[in-house]
């Protein structure tokens, strides 16, 4: 909508423009505020086992508790979270916040056991050279069996020509915790680069789920992509489960585990425990 920049060079806004610049600056300058204000909060969704109905972990997902605009999604903050570079410190906190809890309730509920927690990890943060000294110095500080902490990363993290984030990835799958592909299936990897990766479990996007009931194709890459995901020893887990007769079709085929609002929404942690305490008194 830019009006062309004459041969000046100066760029014309229209008043519109300007207020969705500003605005922009100023939730720039919140989100800056953000950090020392300790306004981000985690909310966790259950991942569960879709054989048992047993919940087996959670994805923690970052909410931004804004002064005036209240609780925010990613969506609204990421792409300036991205701009600014920031999104390396929002996700460093993240990932310790995670750790903290998931040490937490291990604590609290031995009985539990498995209890596993997955963190999102931007390939900004994949690439930072404190990455791999932070989750081994969290492991030890909360002593979690590394394997239960699980890195989500996105396919463009580990496309051909990063060299870097493929280091990393090593070196953390050498500290024992899990390394999930996240939105498996929507990215531009080829097979191949699979082939060689380190990773140890893969997330369906949820575009494939939302219409598997009614959509042939989509049915047949969930299918094919519970074959691949078998055949290589990967961990399967499907995301964006709303209904009955998706949990039931993804069991069929042999999606082992899911999340969705079938099952729960991210909740904050108060909730979720209740939810954690409810799930393993029904299962025994
Ligand atoms: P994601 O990692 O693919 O997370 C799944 C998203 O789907 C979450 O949205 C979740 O609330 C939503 N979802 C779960 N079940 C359902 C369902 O049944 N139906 C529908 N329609 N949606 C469902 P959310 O929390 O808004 O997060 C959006 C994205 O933001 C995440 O996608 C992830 O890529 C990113 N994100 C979240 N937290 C972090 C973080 O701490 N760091 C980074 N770098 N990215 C994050
Ligand atoms: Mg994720
Ligand atoms: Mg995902
Ligand atoms: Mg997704």
Request: hydrophobic letters at 45%; aromatic letters at 8%; one cysteine or more.
């Amino acid at each position: 909508r830019a009006k062309a920049a004459g041969k000046s060079g100066f760029v014309i806004f229209d008043e519109g423009m300007h207020q969705e610049a500003l605005a922009r600056l100023q939730l720039e300058t919140d989100f800056r505020l953000a950090f020392e204000r300790a306004e981000f909060r985690l909310h966790y969704q259950p991942i569960i086992e879709l054989a048992s109905g047993r919940l087996v972990g959670a994805e923690a997902l970052v909410r931004w508790r804004h002064p005036t605009r209240g609780l925010l999604p990613p969506a609204e903050f990421l792409g300036i979270a991205e701009e600014t570079g920031l999104i390396v410190d929002m996700d460093a906190w993240a990932l310790r916040e995670a750790c903290r809890q998931l040490g937490e309730w291990r604590r609290r509920y031995p009985e539990l056991g498995q209890l596993s927690m997955n963190v999102n990890v931007d390939e900004r943060q994949m690439v930072s050279p404190e990455i791999v000294e932070e989750v081994f110095r969290l492991i030890q500080e909360h002593q979690l069996p590394p394997a239960s902490l699980r890195l989500e990363v996105t396919e463009t993290a580990f496309r051909a020509g990063r060299g870097q984030a493929e280091e990393r990835l090593l070196s953390l799958k050498a500290l024992g915790v899990g390394l999930v592909v996240d939105d498996f299936g929507t990215g531009y990897s080829s097979l191949e680069s699979f082939a060689a990766s380190p990773f140890d479990a893969l997330k369906m996007d949820q575009v494939f789920i939302r219409d598997i009931e009614t959509n042939r194709r989509h049915r047949a890459i969930v299918r094919t992509i519970t074959g691949f995901a078998d055949e290589l020893g990967l961990a399967l887990t499907a995301e964006g489960i709303e209904t009955e007769g998706q949990r039931a079709l993804l069991e069929s085929v042999g999606c082992q585990f899911g999340q969705g609002y079938l099952f729960s929404r991210a909740l904050p942690a108060e909730q979720f425990e209740q939810k954690l305490l409810a799930s393993a008194r029904i299962v025994g």
